[in-house]
């Protein structure tokens, strides 16, 4: 192959631009504006599994101006709030997004991110939205002609599914019962899982083995608290606390992720507290806990429910594609 050529054909990058066409559609129907936040900033996501890629170097974050680090961002989440606080309320944004580490079948290290907020939508709104998006994009005649038996999306509680295919619900599982059932179902674990896992890394695991590849269109929601870093806190019907938090997934693969979101910004300083401890017990960088996000939710984040949805693994499934590298011009050895 001539290393100028791009990796994904040229019928599936016009595909590509009928999928960005028909998203645009669904929100400029419903009042959306779409906007552009910066990929570079001084604020970053704060997760114990998610790194944000570096430009300087490939271990330090880029230092820009003076002694101020930068990071290109692994979503437009921080920005984008900061719009609702500022007084928009229905907004969308298609930009690329970039994460440290992340190659394969499944990721490219840049991505193309859909991401979209609305002030004043509730835990169902959220999901609703999510599920008529999928539904409009599986409706397009170019793509009904790929996919002639385009799935309906269901929901389901994460613990419902999870006790369908684990055996349990992960409520009644320590830590010593899911080491005990991993050796058992030959679930490989990191070493680092023995000496400071949790019931929620485990329960993850769990999740990501044994339940995702069996969820062919299935939005699960009513995550196990403590799982989603941004998300506001609840209860379920029979009174558990959960995590606002929603997923779906097609053809066994992540392709978004949601929640109602927390505007609480006392909590929102105890919880990047807390995941900065465990990333440096994980030898991992330590970032900044305050953030121009947390200034935001001071001055009045208003109650909304928001989504980000990963543009090439949707096309990825709509083409029936083996890699990401059937979907993107691009490749990170491409580039």
């Known amino acids: 192959m001539k290393n100028f050529l791009p990796t994904a054909s040229i019928e599936n990058i016009r595909y590509r631009s009928e999928l960005l066409r028909t998203i645009r559609e669904f929100f400029i129907c419903r009042n959306f504006i779409e906007v552009q936040t910066?990929?570079?900033?001084?604020?970053?996501?704060?997760?114990?599994?998610?790194?944000?890629?570096?430009?300087?170097?490939?271990?330090?974050?880029?230092?820009?101006?003076?002694?101020q680090n930068y990071y290109l961002?692994?979503?437009?989440?921080?920005?984008?709030?900061?719009?609702?606080?500022?007084?928009?309320?229905?907004?969308?944004?298609?930009?690329?997004?970039?994460r440290r580490g992340d190659r394969g079948k499944l990721h490219n290290i840049e991505f193309t991110m859909l991401e979209w907020y609305r002030a004043g939508d509730n835990y169902e709104m959220g999901m609703n939205i999510l599920a008529e998006l999928i539904q409009s994009v599986f409706d397009n005649p170019v793509f009904k002609c790929i996919r002639e038996n385009c799935p309906t999306i269901s929901f389901v509680q994460f613990d419902?599914?999870?006790c369908q295919y684990v055996g349990q619900s992960f409520r009644s599982l320590s830590i010593a019962d899911f080491r005990e059932l991993a050796d058992l179902r030959g679930i490989n674990y990191p070493e680092s899982y023995i000496h400071n896992g949790n019931e929620s890394a485990w329960?993850?695991?769990?999740?990501?083995?044994?339940?995702?590849?069996?969820?062919?269109?299935?939005?699960?929601?009513?995550?196990?608290?403590g799982q989603s870093q941004l998300a506001r806190c609840g209860m379920d019907s029979k009174g558990n606390k959960i995590s606002e938090r929603f997923e779906l997934f097609l053809g066994g693969i992540e392709i978004?992720?949601?929640?109602?979101?927390?505007?609480?910004?006392t909590e929102l300083r105890r919880r990047l507290r807390q995941v900065t401890a465990i990333r440096v017990e994980d030898g991992g960088l330590q970032f900044?806990?305050?953030?121009?996000?947390?200034?935001?939710m001071e001055s009045g984040l208003p109650p909304a429910s928001g989504t980000a949805l990963g543009i090439d693994r949707l096309l990825l499934y709509i083409l029936n594609a083996n890699s990401l590298n059937d979907v993107i011009?691009?490749?990170?050895?491409?580039c």
Request: hydrophobic content about 40%.
């Open 203 to 225: 329960t993850d695991l769990f999740f990501s083995e044994l339940v995702q590849p069996e969820l062919e269109s299935v939005i699960v929601y009513d995550y196990p608290e």
């Open 160 to 162: 419902e599914i999870f």
């Open 288 to 296: 900044p806990v305050e953030s121009r996000l947390l200034q935001a």
């Open 329 to 334: 011009a691009f490749p990170i050895e491409y």
């Open 38 to 67: 910066p990929a570079l900033s001084a604020d970053t996501l704060v997760d114990r599994y998610v790194e944000p890629i570096c430009v300087k170097d490939d271990s330090l974050p880029v230092n820009y101006h003076g002694n």
């Open 256 to 265: 978004a992720n949601g929640y109602h979101e927390l505007t609480d910004s």
């Open 73 to 98: 961002q692994t979503s437009p989440e921080f920005a984008m709030k900061r719009l609702l606080a500022a007084g928009l309320n229905a907004i969308y944004q298609i930009c690329p997004a970039f």
